[in-house]
């Protein structure tokens, strides 16, 4: 999988991660560094229908629909869990939609190449592979919501959140860094000078690390009896959100971005030179935004990532919408490095954890399904209607950029999912038809680094008969071009 897919879950301890694919566990390196957490199983939700038979209700788990948690006077312990008859239970539908994206990833990954339909768009526009990542970080946001619910000592929620962070971010470095050269090679090693520094899941970690200090120290004390006043509750994480919105707008449409230069090998180790023509601001074209001059400026080229999804523009492919040879009168950016999960675009990915946070915030406040359900709704069909309005406009919806419409369109389309899912799973009961999605859920980060960073392919390429090319893969690769 390329560097465009991979979502990631994670959630400070009640979520999951991923990056070529993510998966679990708070606890554990793997659970933490999915999605700097990785581990859902921390969080339980109070059933509307028995919340009654629980006593008095407590809004941190999802009851109350509107009680203060100031005024609430002590009750009596809560009854021991129980998925019958009790007041809690595990949030399935969040493991569920976690459970969907993972497969959606893995399918857009092996049949992108053939449906374009399925493939990254190349610039400008979605495809059903665009909202992979984004409906990941989403999901952090309602994780970490949830692993969040008391925080009895601050800081030392805070040392831990950094802690994940960092061992997602390592195990990015490791995973999507070029430390391993592929399905076909039995090689390993990164030159640390070339080393690609940002990728799926050390965007997640970045996104997570922000999105759980917020959820750590920006949290207000006002009661909750509707869905405007979860607006004056965390105003202060929706301040963090609209000020970082403003930031990556300024930046994008009013840097300037001068003319640059780039190398890449040649046939026989030679350096083949090419000079890009900017001198502008505003653009948000392949070869002059912002967005790549601030990877270039801070990362250096030689450290992003070297398969641009724009090489599948008309301009650099005569297959497009697929890789293909460049056109006789390609420009010259068409072979430069661009990272997708670059610095400044990061920026709004932080943006759709914070959105998550939000619905996450709805769980914890609202006890009745109709509140949560009415609560997920109107803003996530808000959002959708400003991002195609934006796009109308000319503000397009934009994976590599990470546009604001892009983040509005993907976080609409995540909250109205996931609202389907809640009322199917979470409210229904159905279950059955759920549970193989619902343990990928559970498993994304391991899922992530067997499959889609291709670790387990590489794993069996290296048992072979007699020589290299006489192995499993390669043997299935041809069963397949066969059929």
């Not at 008859?85 to 959606?104: C, E, H, K, M, N």
């Not at 665009?130 to 040392?159: C, N």
């Not at 300024?250 to 001068?258: A, K």
């Not at 492919?317 to 997708?340: E, H, K, M, R, V």
């Amino acid at each position: 999988m390329d560097g465009n897919n991979a979502g990631a879950l994670t959630g400070g301890g009640a979520s999951a991660a991923w990056s070529c694919r993510q998966r679990r566990t708070a606890t554990s390196p793997t659970a933490a560094a999915a999605a700097a957490a990785g581990a859902m199983g921390g969080y339980e939700l109070v059933r509307s229908d028995d919340s009654a038979a629980a006593g008095p209700p407590d809004l941190e788990l999802g009851g109350g629909g509107g009680v203060s948690t100031k005024a609430r006077p002590p009750s009596p312990p809560p009854p021991p869990p129980a998925l019958q008859g009790g007041a809690r239970q595990r949030l399935v539908s969040l493991d569920v939609f976690r459970g969907i994206t993972v497969l959606l990833m893995i399918i857009v990954d092996d049949a992108g190449a053939f449906l374009p339909a399925l493939n990254h768009s190349p610039w400008d526009g979605v495809t059903i592979a665009d909202f992979v990542m984004p409906f990941f970080l989403f999901m952090v946001g309602i994780s970490l919501t949830l692993a969040y619910k008391r925080v009895p000592d601050k800081l030392e929620a805070t040392k831990k959140a950094v802690l994940r962070a960092l061992k997602l971010f390592c195990l990015g470095l490791v995973l999507q860094g070029g430390f391993f050269h592929g399905v076909h090679s039995l090689t390993f090693g990164v030159d640390i000078t070339k080393i690609r520094l940002m990728g799926i899941l050390q965007r997640i970690a970045i996104a997570y690390l922000l999105a759980a200090i917020c959820e750590i120290w920006l949290k207000g004390d006002d009661d909750v009896d509707r869905g405007l006043d979860l607006l004056r509750r965390y105003r202060y994480q929706l301040v963090v959100a609209l000020l970082l919105s403003t930031m990556y707008t300024v930046i994008l449409h009013g840097v300037y971005v001068p003319d640059w230069d780039y190398q890449i090998s040649g046939p026989g180790s030679t350096e083949k030179s090419f000079s890009v023509r900017c001198g502008v601001r505003g653009d948000t074209g392949p070869a002059c935004n912002a967005v790549g001059m601030l990877d270039r400026t801070i990362l250096g080229i030689d450290h992003l990532y070297r398969r641009p999804v724009y090489a599948r523009t008309k301009e650099c492919s005569i297959n497009y919408p697929q890789n293909g040879p460049l056109p006789p009168d390609a420009p010259s950016w068409c072979q430069a490095p661009f990272d997708p999960e670059g610095l400044l675009s990061s920026v709004m990915a932080i943006v759709t954890c914070l959105i998550g946070l939000q619905f996450g915030h709805i769980i914890i406040h609202f006890e009745k399904h109709k509140g949560r359900i009415i609560n997920w709704l109107i803003p996530s069909f808000s959002m959708l209607a400003l991002a195609f309005s934006m796009d109308f406009t000319g503000i397009r919806m934009n994976k590599p950029l990470y546009t604001i419409s892009y983040a509005l369109a993907t976080s609409g389309a995540a909250g109205l999912l996931f609202a389907g899912i809640y009322t199917l799973v979470d409210m229904y009961g159905f279950r059955k038809l759920t549970i193989p999605m619902e343990w990928m859920g559970k498993h994304a980060l391991m899922i992530y680094v067997l499959v889609a960073c291709n670790i387990l392919p590489m794993f069996i390429h290296g048992f072979y008969w007699r020589e290299p090319k006489s192995n499993l893969v390669s043997w299935t690769t041809y069963q397949t071009s066969l059929s």
